[in-house]
C-alpha cells in the first residue's frame, strides 16, 4: 500500500528556516517522482516543487527559487524540502504526492496525497 507521511511542519517566525520531510512506504522513491503542495487558507492548491526518479532532477515554482530546496535520500525513502527565509504568505498546509515524473507541477498529474503538515509563519 502505497502512503506518504508529511511531517516537520510549525510555527516560526519570518526570516525562519523550516525543514519538511515526506516518508514514503509501500514503494521505492527511486521509481517515482515526489511533488510538494502547499495550500494557504482560503487559497487552491499550489505546487512548491518535485524531484524527478533516477537523475534527481528538481523543478520549482518560479515564486520559491532561491529560498527552497528539496532533496531526497533514496536509502531511507524519504523526501525533504528545506524552506528558508520564510514569510507570512508561506503559511499553510503543506503536502506530498507521488507522480510518474517532474516534469510540472499540476496537482491533477499526483497521487497518494499525505494527509499534510501545517506550516505558520508569524509575523
Known amino acids: 500500500q502505497v502512503q506518504l507521511v508529511e511531517s516537520g511542519g510549525g510555527l516560526v517566525q519570518t526570516g525562519g528556516s523550516l525543514r519538511l520531510s515526506c516518508a514514503a512506504s509501500?514503494?521505492?522513491?527511486?521509481?517515482?517522482?515526489i511533488g510538494w503542495f502547499r495550500q494557504a487558507p482560503g487559497k487552491e492548491l499550489e505546487g512548491v516543487s518535485c524531484i524527478s526518479s533516477g537523475d534527481g532532477r528538481t523543478n520549482y515554482a518560479d515564486s520559491l527559487k532561491g529560498r527552497f530546496a528539496i532533496s531526497r535520500d533514496n536509502a531511507k525513502n524519504m523526501v525533504y524540502l528545506q524552506m528558508n527565509s520564510l514569510k507570512p504568505e508561506d503559511t499553510g498546509v503543506y503536502y506530498c504526492?507521488?507522480?510518474?515524473?517532474?516534469?510540472?507541477?499540476?496537482?491533477?498529474?499526483?497521487?497518494?496525497w499525505g494527509q499534510g503538515t501545517q506550516v505558520t509563519v508569524s509575523s
Open positions: 509501500g514503494f521505492s522513491l527511486g521509481y517515482l517522482s
Open positions: 504526492a507521488v507522480s510518474r515524473s517532474c516534469s510540472d507541477l499540476r496537482d491533477s498529474d499526483y497521487t497518494h
